[in-house]
């Protein structure tokens, strides 16, 4: 299913305002968004030309002039996008049995170990999708049975964590990289999605700051206000969650200065998505979803 964006979160994606956007949209037909029960929505296309014909406009070319442009010719203008980079064969083999074998026995070494290695040898996207996805998972799943504690999955959490922050370190964002805020809302402390985000991040050549489970919506704000990211990312798994994180987060998109978007993901996401939507924010059905969004964002 292709994604698509609520004018709101065009607006936070792209730094135009609703009332630019629609005067762009009436004046010089930049885009022809289609429409549901929503009322507009716009394609990853779209967005795509919304940005590059900003850009033209903050160089000094003027949209009456710009807007007629192809993307290839926009493109030419402000400069190439990058690429999304192909998949690629693992370099290593993965073993996610073993290493959770290794939270079984409690056998913090081995499992340490483990990840070291794969952190060492494979991508941080590989090292997101292929190994702390499935091995939270299956974690979650093993606690669940009664299998596992909760302080073994904390040690697995706070592993994959430790990873996150050392990956962060040796690999530096690009210059002007966009900043991107991951975090879950507070009341949410299943931090698996915001750390699996963290490292698609780290990867697709974003900025990534991890503020970590439980962030209060007012502390989002200053940091966003403070730091100026593009992307505010929660991820909100509505497991144990306190009423009122949906508020909360519809709070918090309405909230975020200009340029900011919210991003959304998570089991509780979809559950509170037209809330959520109707406040701005973008919700991701899945991580692939995300990553593209985070490719386009890098361009």
């Known amino acids: 299913m292709p994604l698509t964006y609520p004018i709101r979160a065009v607006a936070k994606l792209t730094g135009i305002s609703v009332d630019t956007l629609r005067a762009w949209e009436r004046r010089y037909g930049v885009v022809v968004p289609a429409r549901d029960e929503r009322g507009r929505v716009y ?5 795509e030309r919304l940005s590059l014909l900003r850009r033209a406009v ?3 070319h003027a949209i009456g002039r710009v807007a007629p442009l192809s993307v290839e010719d926009l493109r030419s203008l402000v400069g190439r996008p990058p690429a999304a980079q192909p998949a690629v064969p693992l370099s290593t083999p993965v073993a996610i049995g073993e290493l959770l074998a290794a939270v079984v026995r409690f056998d913090l070494d081995s499992l340490r170990r483990e990840l070291t290695r794969l952190a060492v040898v494979l991508t941080p996207r590989q090292l997101a999708l292929d190994v702390a996805l499935p091995l939270m998972r299956l974690v979650g799943e093993a606690w669940h049975d009664g299998k596992l504690t909760i302080g073994q999955e904390h040690l697995v959490t706070a592993e994959i964590r430790s990873l996150v922050g050392a990956l962060a370190r040796l690999r530096e964002p690009p210059p002007g990289a966009p900043r991107v ?5 507070e009341g949410d402390a299943h931090e698996l999605g915001a750390l699996v985000a963290a490292l698609l991040a780290t990867g697709a050549g974003t900025a990534p700051f991890y503020f970590g489970p439980g962030l209060p919506t007012r502390e989002l704000v200053a940091a966003a206000r403070r730091l100026h990211p593009r992307a505010v990312v ?8 306190r009423e ?17 978007a919210c991003w959304v993901g998570g089991v509780g996401a979809m559950a509170a998505r037209p809330l959520l939507e109707a406040a701005g924010a973008l919700v991701f059905e899945d991580f692939d979803g995300f990553e593209r969004a985070l490719l386009a964002l890098a361009a």
């Not at 394609?43 to 967005?47: F, M, P, T």
């Open 244 to 260: 009122g994180v949906p508020q909360s987060v519809a709070e918090l998109a309405r909230a975020l200065p200009a340029g900011t």
């Open 43 to 47: 394609s990853e296309a779209d967005v």
């Open 58 to 60: 903050e160089r000094g």
């Open 181 to 185: 805020l991951i975090a879950t809302p």
């Open 234 to 241: 929660l991820s909100m798994t509505g497991a144990d969650a």
